[in-house]
């Protein structure tokens, strides 16, 4: 936070220079000579108690970035030069360590990659911003810069990494390396059990992007939206952040196939994870943290994605426009999974799962864990109700809700009424 003290008190940011600000640290956090390999940084200006604010969300990297050549290490609330090789090296071993997108493949080659992808590339960055360093590169220099070349300097290993072979590789090449990797999506409207209409994906996440993206278009309508002056596309605003993250998030070296399913009443996604938490995420409380940071920065600068965790907060802001009453559901596991329901759809599970992160009453909270919370704040929100609706809403057991509904009766939170069949 530009224009708060180290204690907390707020100062302010001279209004004048705000708007240049924003400028400046865009930009240079996209200069190579300032910050290298560069990871644009995306400021927003808030005004707080009266005073101007710009709010920077630096989100962690998988990459070794230096600040005019030279690279730091952040410790508390102190960034020390690190001069001592052997310093350096393990700090590229601590983020390699982390995101299995930077796996180096020696004999990964340039050929192997599609090269129809560089053009479009270049259209879709250009189409963002036509100053983009990048656009002055040639081919082999846009892998390096976008950080899909690296060289690990432990074991002295280099080339292409994962995340290349993702974004840019041929078919044929991503499925050597990766047999498992496919997004299915289907259309289950008439038959439930198999699907009325499917599209089976192996391509790179680029080509994958818009074919998701099709068809979507081509089985969820649109409506006429103005924000502002400007028609804007709906449909497109909220899945583009639901397909971004179903191909970006994802966690590929597991097995498990990233799913896109469209029922008459919501569209459902899920994709194998790496969770840094577990349990429903709201915008008032989740952090945002990218699971493939080089593949997340790649798609940024194509205009596919904005900045880190804006999926959460643009579904939330445009889905009640699209599906008016509905809520989103967001749900990080070891699978990750998002529902957006739609109009006709039902939405007690997601009111309750936001109801119970509100909280009801400290009083109340003692002595039941979240998913009782979450049964609780289903009956008071449906007036009551059967186990049935509880074991459809929290998709547990029958068992499971029988426990539960014994402990939040034995807490007096809950009464039984009717006869034992009713």
């Known amino acids: 936070m530009l224009g708060v003290k180290d204690e907390g008190s707020i100062v302010g940011v001279n209004a004048v220079r705000v ?7 865009a930009n240079l956090s996209n200069n190579p000579q300032k910050l290298d390999p560069p990871f644009i940084l995306l400021p927003q200006a808030v005004e707080w108690e009266g005073e101007q604010l710009i709010h ?3 989100p962690q990297s998988s ?10 290490d952040r410790s508390e609330d ?8 052997n310093a350096i090296a393990e700090l590229y071993t601590r983020k390699s360590a982390s995101y299995s997108e930077n796996t180096i493949y020696p004999y990964l080659r340039f050929s192997d990659f599609k090269q129809a992808l560089f053009p479009k590339v270049r259209n879709l960055i250009r189409s963002r911003d036509y100053n983009h360093p990048w656009l002055a590169l040639n ?14 300097v432990q074991s002295g290993q280099e080339g292409y990494t994962l995340a290349a072979a993702l974004l840019l590789g041929q078919d044929e090449v991503i499925q050597s390396i990766l ?3 496919k997004t299915d999506a289907l259309l289950r409207r008439q038959n439930l059990d198999r699907y009325d209409d499917r599209l089976y994906v192996q391509t790179n996440l680029i080509d994958a992007y818009d074919a998701l993206m099709d068809f979507i278009a081509k089985h969820l309508p649109d409506k006429f939206f103005l924000e502002g002056t400007i028609r804007i596309s709906l449909r497109s605003k909220i899945f583009r952040e639901v397909v971004a993250n179903l191909l970006v998030h994802r966690e590929f070296t ?10 008459t009443d919501r569209v459902e996604t899920e994709n194998a994870n790496r969770p840094h938490t577990y ?21 940024t600068q194509l205009g596919h994605v904005d900045e880190l965790g804006s999926g959460i907060l643009n579904v939330n802001k445009y889905l009640p426009y699209y599906a008016p009453g509905k809520l989103p559901l967001f749900q990080e596991d070891d699978l990750f999974k998002i529902v957006i329901p739609l109009e006709g759809g039902e939405a007690v599970k997601v009111a309750a799962i936001r109801g119970a992160h509100e909280g009801i009453d400290e009083g109340i909270n003692e002595g039941i864990n979240n998913r009782q919370l979450v049964a609780l704040k289903i009956i008071i929100n449906s007036g009551g109700g059967k186990a049935k609706m509880l074991v459809e809403g929290l998709e547990v057991t029958r068992a499971t809700i029988e426990r539960d509904i014994a402990r939040l009766k034995e807490l007096d939170l809950i009464t039984y009424i009717g006869s034992k069949k009713s």
């Open 19 to 25: 708007a240049q600000l924003l400028k400046e640290i």
């Open 56 to 58: 920077i969300q630096v």
């Open 63 to 72: 990459q070794v970035h230096k600040s005019k050549g030279v690279v730091y």
């Open 78 to 85: 102190g960034d020390y030069r690190l001069t001592n090789h």
């Open 139 to 152: 081919d082999e220099q846009l892998l390096q810069k976008g950080g899909l070349y690296r060289r690990d």
């Open 179 to 181: 047999p498992h990797y």
């Open 254 to 263: 597991n097995g498990h196939a990233a799913r896109l399913i469209i029922y």
């Open 279 to 299: 349990g429903y995420l709201l915008p008032e409380n989740f952090s945002p943290f990218t699971k493939n940071p080089v593949i997340a920065k790649f798609f």
